[in-house]
T-cell receptor, first 109, second 114 residues
Framework: GQNIDQPTEMTATEGAIVQINCTYQTSGFNGLFWYQQHAGEAPTFLSYNVLDGLEEKGRFSSFLSRSKGYSYLLLKELQMKDSASYLCAAMDSNYQLIWGAGTKLIIKP | DGGITQSPKYLFRKEGQNVTLSCEQNLNHDAMYWYRQDPGQGLRLIYYSQIVNDFQKGDIAEGYSVSREKKESFPLTVTSAQKNPTAFYLC?????????????FGPGTRLTVL
C-alpha cells in the first residue's frame, strides 16, 4: 500500500533550527511536496523535490533521498509565525498526491 | 488578484440534508480537486477533474457528488448518504493533472452536521 509517515508533533525554540522528517512508500514516484498549514487555514506550498539532494529557499530547505524513500524539511532561524502544521505529500505514478497526517510544530519563546 | 475562493467558511446543516460547497478559481487552471481533512489524518481525495465536463472519483467519493460545467467552478455536494460529513473541506487547483504541477488551495469550508 501507499503510505507517508511523519512525526505528529515537534517543539522547538525561537531562533533555533528544526528538521521535520518524512518517509514515503508509493506506487511509482513523481516528486515530494511540502506544505505549511496554519490552524484553520489552507495549506500553502513550500517546496517540491524530485531529484536527490537539498533545495534551499530562504530559511526553509528541503532534502530528498529517493533510494531511501526519505525527505526532510529544515527550518532555520525559527520565528513564532512558523508555528503551524507541515504536510508532506508524495506524488505517485498516477500523479495523485498521497498525504501524510502532518507535523504540528510548536515554537516556544 | 488570482486565486481560489470557497464559500462559506463555516456551514451548519441538519442531518439528512444535502449541502453544496462552492469552489471558484480564476487562475485558468485545468485541474481541480476536492479533499477532506479530518484531525490526525492526511488529506483524502474525494473527486478531481482534469477538464470541463469530466471528473473522476478519488479515494472517498461515496456520499459525494460534483459537477464541472465551467472551467472556473467545481462545486461539491455532500449528500445525506455520506455517513460522517462533519469535516474541513479543501478545494485545490493546478495547471494540469498528469504532470507534476503544484496544487494551490482555497481557504476551506468547515462543515458541521448537527
Amino acid at each position: 500500500g501507499q503510505n507517508i509517515d511523519q512525526p505528529t508533533e515537534m517543539t522547538a525554540t525561537e531562533g533555533a533550527i528544526v528538521q521535520i522528517n518524512c518517509t514515503y512508500q508509493t506506487s511509482g514516484f513523481n516528486g515530494l511536496f511540502w506544505y505549511q498549514q496554519h490552524a484553520g487555514e489552507a495549506p500553502t506550498f513550500l517546496s517540491y523535490n524530485v531529484l536527490d539532494g537539498l533545495e534551499e529557499k530562504g530559511r526553509f530547505s528541503s532534502f530528498l533521498s529517493r533510494s531511501k524513500g526519505y525527505s526532510y524539511l529544515l527550518l532555520k532561524e525559527l520565528q513564532m509565525k512558523d508555528s503551524a502544521s507541515y504536510l508532506c505529500a508524495a506524488m505517485d505514478s498516477n500523479y495523485q498526491l498521497i498525504w501524510g497526517a502532518g507535523t504540528k510544530l510548536i515554537i516556544k519563546p | 488578484d488570482g486565486g481560489i475562493t470557497q464559500s462559506p467558511k463555516y456551514l451548519f446543516r441538519k442531518e439528512g440534508q444535502n449541502v453544496t460547497l462552492s469552489c471558484e478559481q480564476n487562475l485558468n487552471h485545468d485541474a481541480m480537486y476536492w479533499y477532506r481533512q479530518d484531525p490526525g489524518q492526511g488529506l483524502r481525495l474525494i473527486y478531481y477533474s482534469q477538464i470541463v465536463n469530466d471528473f473522476q472519483k478519488g479515494d472517498i467519493a461515496e456520499g459525494y457528488s460534483v459537477s464541472r460545467e465551467k472551467k472556473e467552478s467545481f462545486p461539491l455536494t455532500v449528500t445525506s448518504a455520506q455517513k460522517n460529513p462533519t469535516a474541513f473541506y479543501l478545494c485545490a487547483s493546478s495547471i494540469g493533472q498528469g504532470v507534476t504541477d503544484t496544487q494551490y488551495f482555497g481557504p476551506g469550508t468547515r462543515l458541521t452536521v448537527l
